[in-house]
C-alpha cells in the first residue's frame, strides 16, 4: 500500500535556473560557438599534428563532401545531413565527442550539443589550424588574443616596493 518512492519528489523548486536560459537563450537564431568544454581532456587525440586530408571520403559510405574528423581517433565520418556517420560513431563511442568539419572547420561537440570555437579553446587550435593549411594551403588569420600583451606590459612601475 505505501508507496517508498514519495521522499525525493519536489520539496524546493528553485527557479535560479530559469535565469539562466533566459540569458543564454535561443532568441537570434545564430548561436556563438562555445569558449569552454569539459570535454576536451578525454576526447582529443594526443597526435593532431596529422590528419587526414580535407577531401578524404566518409570511412563507411565513401560520401565525398560534408565530412566530418574525430578528433580522438581521426575517423572521417559524414554529417548528420548525409548518411550520420559520425552521429553514429559518437553513439558507440560516447568518449568520441569532438568532431571537426571539413566543410568550414568548425568544431562540434556532441556532449555539449554545442559549436565550439577553436580559436579561443587553446586545446583546438593546432588542428584548426592543422585542418586550415590543409584545406587552404595556408595558416589562419588568427584573432589577436590578448593573453599575448600582458607579458610586456609588466615592466612598467617600480621593482624597490617590496612590502614588509
Ligand atoms: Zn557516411
Ligand atoms: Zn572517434
Ligand atoms: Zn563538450
Known amino acids: ?12 523548486t528553485t527557479e535560479e535556473e530559469d535565469d539562466e536560459l533566459l540569458l ?20 582529443l587525440s594526443s597526435d593532431l599534428a596529422h590528419i587526414p586530408n580535407p577531401d578524404t571520403c566518409c570511412y563507411r559510405c565513401q560520401h565525398p563532401q560534408e565530412n566530418w574528423v574525430c578528433l580522438r581517433c581521426k575517423d572521417v ?18 568518449d568520441h565527442c569532438l568532431a571537426l568539419s571539413y566543410s568550414d572547420l568548425s568544431v562540434w561537440c556532441f556532449s555539449c ?19 586550415y593549411i590543409l584545406k587552404f594551403g595556408e595558416a589562419p588569420p588568427f584573432r589577436a588574443v590578448m593573453d599575448l600583451h ?3 606590459e609588466n615592466t612598467e612601475g617600480s621593482t624597490s616596493g617590496n612590502q614588509s
Not at 500500500?1 to 524546493?12: D, F, P
Not at 548561436?31 to 569539459?38: A, G, L, N
Not at 579553446?121 to 585542418?131: D, F, G, K, M, N
Request: hydrophobic share 30%.
Open 77 to 94: 565520418l559524414c554529417s548528420r545531413f548525409v548518411n550520420k556517420h559520425m552521429l553514429e560513431h559518437h553513439q558507440n563511442h560516447n
Open 150 to 152: 600582458l607579458a610586456d
Open 1 to 12: 500500500m505505501s508507496k517508498e518512492a514519495a521522499s525525493s519528489s519536489s520539496l524546493h
Open 24 to 43: 543564454y537563450g535561443s532568441g537570434s537564431g545564430w548561436v556563438e560557438p562555445r569558449t569552454h568544454c569539459y570535454h576536451l581532456d578525454n576526447s
Open 113 to 131: 550539443n554545442a559549436y565550439l570555437d577553436a580559436q579561443v579553446i587553446l586545446p583546438l587550435r593546432p588542428v584548426y589550424e592543422t585542418a
